[in-house]
């Protein structure tokens, strides 16, 4: 908004109004709530955080060619407490991009009831 000041000799002194740097506040902001929610997803999600990070390790790679997910039971637990055997998954991803390198990233679950015999 533009601010008219009268002066002594009656004359009109137009000042603009000061900038404040909103925008860069905002940028801040947004950054931050990003940062947040990357962090959130790596603790919580870290299978999908992985399918990010593929998609950018693909852009550098050449692009993505394949990909195969195996699950499969590693392990059977007794854990104090709880009754009957605890199967612990496992995940195992692998990304072959263009260029012919592969990464492999294993994912282990917590140990969940099963019916399977150990």
């Known amino acids: ?5 009268p ?3 009656h004359s009109v002194v137009i000042k603009p109004k000061r900038q404040r740097g909103v925008g860069a506040v905002v940028l801040l902001v947004l950054l931050l709530v990003l940062s947040i929610a990357g962090l959130g997803a790596g ?3 870290p299978a999908s955080l992985s399918l990010a990070q593929e998609q950018v390790l693909g852009l550098l790679h050449g692009g993505i060619v394949a990909t195969d997910e195996q699950t499969f039971v590693d392990a059977c637990v007794s854990v104090a407490g709880m009754q009957g055997p605890q199967a612990v998954t496992r995940t195992i991803r692998t990304t072959t991009f263009r260029d012919g390198t592969t990464l492999t990233v294993a994912f282990t679950s917590r140990p969940t009831p099963t019916i399977t015999q150990c």
Do not use: G
């Open 43 to 45: 603790f919580f999600a």
């Open 7 to 9: 002066m002594r000799d």
């Open 1 to 5: 908004m533009v601010k008219s000041v």
